[in-house]
């Protein structure tokens, strides 16, 4: 069973920057974030393999966040840049039990989840 905690979050005006962190209780593989805005659905954010060596993005927030990772520290990031109020959501990082190397852009390939972080971006 992995653990995962989300912090960084906070409010911001639109064109500011925030970074997530992601510490994880143990060795992770395979990461990703997703976030989900009031009354919508979860969506990907980005995901990376497990060396940080592979990352992909969804279309909103390509060019302007980064995802990371530090091993020694079982910790990913998630650096948002260039930030817009439609980036406003609770967001979540979540890996899959056992050796997963690659990542998904689909929320139920994750098994575990942290409780998630707030980032209010105001226009």
């Known amino acids: 069973q992995v653990q995962l905690v989300e912090s960084g979050g906070g409010l911001v005006q639109a064109g500011d920057s925030l970074r997530l962190s992601c510490a994880a209780s143990g060795r992770t593989y395979a990461m990703g974030w997703f976030r989900q805005a009031p009354g919508k659905e979860r969506e990907f954010v980005a995901t990376t393999n497990w060396s940080g060596g592979r990352t992909y993005y969804a279309d909103s927030v390509k060019g302007r966040f980064t995802m990371s990772r530090d091993n020694t520290k079982n910790t990913v990031y998630l650096q948002m840049n260039s930030l817009k109020p439609e980036d406003t959501a609770v967001y979540y990082c979540?890996?899959?039990?056992?050796?997963?190397?690659?990542?998904?852009?689909?929320?139920?390939?994750?098994?575990?989840w942290g409780q998630g972080t707030q980032v209010t971006v105001s226009s």
């Open positions: 979540a890996t899959r039990a056992g050796a997963w190397s690659s990542g998904s852009y689909y929320s139920n390939d994750y098994d575990y």
